[in-house]
């Protein structure tokens, strides 16, 4: 079992910046791989980024390449979106995931086993 909680949601004006955690118990965010994901009013959920169980793995998807970066602390066992020039496009519920399998890092929802119950972020214009 995978216990996640997301904290760092919030309001931010665009352009500003939010960063979210994401503490896990049960497992060690090192023996998974994490991802974090969205889902907006009326649409599907949807990766937003991920970190291999090694680290040495990181994945984007294309609209928030060079404005978020995913980062992992494995003594406080916590995974981090640092989330830097938001637009309102970005307004969803931020998700936090965990996909214990042994496979490659997935962005499809169904690949992960575990998650957090989300936190809202809102960015206004």
């Known amino acids: 079992q995978v216990q996640l909680v997301e904290s760092g949601g919030g309001l931010v004006q665009a352009g500003g910046s939010l960063r979210l955690s994401c503490a896990a118990s049960?497992?060690?965010?090192?023996?998974?791989?994490m991802g974090w994901f969205r889902q907006a009013p009326g649409k599907e959920r949807e990766f937003v980024a991920g970190?291999?169980?090694?680290?040495?793995?990181?994945d984007y998807e294309d609209s928030v390449k060079g404005r978020f970066t995913i980062s992992r602390d494995n003594a406080k066992n916590t995974v981090y979106l640092q989330m830097n020039s938001l637009k309102p496009e970005d307004t969803a519920v931020y998700y936090c995931?965990?996909?214990?399998?042994?496979?490659?890092?997935?962005?499809?929802?169904?690949?992960?086993?575990?998650w957090g119950q989300g936190t809202q972020v809102t960015v206004s214009s």
């Open positions: 995931a965990a996909d214990l399998s042994r496979g490659p890092l997935s962005r499809y929802v169904a690949h992960y086993d575990y």
């Open positions: 049960g497992r060690t965010v090192s023996s998974n791989h």
């Open positions: 970190i291999i169980r090694s680290g040495n793995t990181i």
